[in-house]
């Protein structure tokens, strides 16, 4: 009879906590069903009007940002990495003539790797060691940018990665672009709303997205020219486009 006692209210407490779950699950399932988060979120989409506005501006750039390198190559590391300071420092000397600041210069890559040959049947050997070293060059007298890559490469450099023409403080045009956008998304609800027969309520959401970047030079296009007199180097139009998203509430 004894052990007959802890089995009996071993089985009244499952039975009571089955019935506390039971009662939990009873509360939850109707919020749900009668329109909790679910159906209030549900409602509101169904009450709004949701368009994409875009607003574009061209600017022309007011700065070139310039990747060039020095590339040496030696029997050993150490005559390549002496021979590529010896030059890169004719090209900082080349810089500092030109008027180019410090503090627009910047070292981006360093390398050194070697360069290894395979023979059939033998074992692989190193032929050279190569050193690259690459320094990014902001020019704010973009006129001169076809002088600047002539100079360079005349003083070592003979590696021209590339040119990005950007603007150094984009946003007076962002929020000239921002000011379209906004009037273009608001003249698409007011034309939905007119267009469903329904009135257009308070501005529930906004959201914004910049888009557009630098214009970009491949190297291909800086070969051309190099060493007589400087390359024809033309920066174009940089195009500032800020899209936005809002949200009207529909009224009756």
């Known amino acids: 009879m004894s052990k007959a006692i802890p089995i009996i209210l071993g089985a009244v407490s499952v039975l009571l906590v089955a019935a506390v779950l039971a009662v939990e699950l009873a509360m939850v399932v109707p919020a749900v069903q009668a329109g909790g988060p679910l159906g209030a979120g549900e409602a509101e989409e169904r009450n709004a009007i949701s368009v994409t506005g875009e607003g574009r501006i061209y600017a022309e750039p007011d700065m070139a940002q310039i990747v060039i390198g020095v590339e040496s190559r030696a029997p050993t590391a150490k005559e390549a990495a002496r021979r590529n300071s010896e030059d890169m420092n004719e090209v900082m000397a080349a810089l500092e003539e030109m008027g180019i600041a410090k503090e627009d210069v910047q070292t981006v890559d360093y390398s050194i790797r070697a360069e290894m040959y395979y023979p059939e049947d033998e074992p692989p050997r190193v032929v050279a060691y190569v050193v690259n070293n690459a320094v990014q060059v902001k020019m704010r007298d973009l006129d001169r940018v076809g002088d600047f890559l002539?100079?360079?490469?005349?003083?070592?450099?003979?590696?021209?990665?590339?040119?990005?023409?950007?603007?150094?403080?984009?946003?007076?045009?962002?929020?000239?672009?921002?000011?379209?956008?906004?009037?273009?998304?608001?003249?698409?609800?007011?034309?939905?709303?007119?267009?469903?027969?329904?009135?257009?309520?308070?501005?529930?959401?906004?959201?914004?997205?910049?888009?557009?970047?630098?214009?970009?030079?491949?190297?291909?296009?800086?070969?051309?020219?190099?060493?007589?007199?400087?390359?024809?180097?033309?920066?174009?139009?940089?195009?500032?486009?800020?899209?936005?998203?809002?949200?009207?509430?529909?009224?009756?």
């Open 150 to 252: 002539d100079e360079a490469t005349q003083a070592g450099a003979n590696n021209i990665y590339g040119i990005t023409f950007t603007i150094e403080d984009p946003r007076p045009f962002q929020e000239q672009a921002r000011e379209l956008a906004v009037a273009d998304a608001r003249s698409k609800a007011e034309q939905l709303a007119e267009t469903a027969d329904v009135g257009l309520g308070d501005l529930l959401s906004v959201s914004e997205y910049i888009i557009g970047g630098p214009v970009y030079v491949e190297r291909a296009a800086l070969a051309e020219g190099i060493g007589g007199g400087g390359p024809p180097i033309s920066p174009g139009q940089l195009e500032i486009v800020v899209q936005v998203g809002m949200s009207y509430e529909i009224v009756q």
